[in-house]
């Protein structure tokens, strides 16, 4: 199904894009402000965390719709999505920083050292730093680019880390389903790239032979 938007329409895609990605920050906020809550401190860890893996998920998904459907353009809006990814995630662990430690970094790194959950996840926040921070033409062009995609795989490391530690998390409490939903998402859309990589070199091989 071919859709090649217009400047015009892209420009709208992508502002729309970037009020819905906003939305769920601003009801976060305002349900914290009115005391909609019972225990806000727990809801805005869960709800940051969930986020951040519904955008990890989205960057993921980009690729394969984009040859599925043929919509080259949606490679032009994987950025922003992968920077709301990274924004959650830093809402998620300034959470942790700020409730679970106030801003103890002594306290807070024995915490990561302590317990696997919250080492596999501060390990998934450090390894989304780098991309955060190469998300822009002037790094691409610093880096160049076969350098600036093996850092961005890395993404194919964080999302699995980030399903372990929102497993662990969500085991505590006997609620797995979400956790296993997320596991098969991404395990689909990695298997995937796996099927094309393997595809692209068998090919390379037989047109070499």
């Given amino acids: 199904m071919a859709f090649n ?24 906020v305002a349900l914290t402000v009115m005391g909609a809550y019972p ?5 805005i860890t869960f709800t940051t965390g969930d986020w951040t ?23 032009r809006l994987r950025r922003m999505v992968g920077l ?3 924004f959650y995630a830093f809402l998620h662990f300034t ?15 024995k915490d990561v050292l302590k317990r696997p959950f919250i080492t596999v ?25 076969k350098r600036w995609q093996w850092i961005h795989r890395l993404i194919y490391l964080i999302a699995p880390l980030g399903i372990l ?11 797995i389903a979400q956790p296993i939903l997320f596991g098969v998402i991404v395990a689909a ?3 995937v790239r796996l099927y094309w990589s393997a595809a692209k070199k068998a090919k390379a091989q037989a047109a070499g032979a």
């Fill in 165 to 175: 530690h929102y497993y662990w998390m969500k085991s505590a409490k006997n609620n």
């Fill in 189 to 191: 859309l990695l298997a």
């Fill in 121 to 145: 996840g501060f390990i998934a926040f450090v390894l989304l730093i780098p991309l955060a921070v190469t998300s822009n033409n002037a790094m691409i062009r610093k880096l160049g680019g």
């Fill in 5 to 28: 938007p217009t400047p015009k329409q892209f420009k709208v895609l992508k502002a729309v894009l970037f009020v819905l990605a906003l939305i769920p920050f601003v009801r976060m």
């Fill in 95 to 109: 959470a942790f920083l700020w409730f679970d430690h106030f801003f103890d970094l002594v306290a807070m790194w």
């Fill in 84 to 86: 709301y990814a990274f």
């Fill in 53 to 75: 893996l519904y955008f990890l998920v989205i960057t993921l998904a980009v690729t394969p719709l984009r040859r599925l459907l043929k919509w080259n353009w949606l490679v």
């Fill in 39 to 43: 225990d806000p401190l727990a809801a």
